[in-house]
Nanobody, 113 residues
Framework: VQLQASGGGLVQPGESLRLSCAAS????????MNWYRQAPGKERELVAS???????NYGDSVKGRFTISRDNYKNTIYLQMNSLNSEDTAVYYC????????WGQGTLVTVSS
């Protein structure tokens, strides 16, 4: 299983960014997929989840600002992040579990003026 995250970068407060995570080695359409993030000095936290059905869940800190989606034809999940602020600065990881946990390599999002 490989998860390849991309799309991170440096943005200013209030701006938007879209992350992508391409998966291989799994039957993607059957997998729940997640985005986590880890800020400097903090524990990794769950940002958003999307079930194989398409149902979604979000962490309280990103509700109303972030949207997770999936494209089962492209074996890819996305995280649309709007109204970014400095507290969103973190390394973002995609994750799935199939008998064990699989993590992408992480993509850095920096929100700074």
């Amino acid at each position: 299983v490989q998860l390849q995250a991309s799309g991170g970068g440096l943005v200013q407060p209030g701006e938007s960014l879209r992350l992508s995570c391409a998966a291989s080695g799994i039957i993607f359409s059957l997998q729940a997929m997640n985005w986590y993030r880890q800020a400097p000095g903090k524990e990794r936290e769950l940002v958003a989840s999307i079930a194989k059905s398409g149902n979604t869940n979000y962490g309280d800190s990103v509700k109303g600002r972030f949207t997770i989606s999936r494209d089962n034809y492209k074996n890819t999940i996305y995280l649309q992040m709007n109204s970014l602020n400095s507290e969103d600065t973190a390394v973002y990881y995609c994750h799935t579990r199939s008998y064990k946990d699989y993590w992408g390599q992480g993509t850095l999002v920096t929100v700074s003026s």
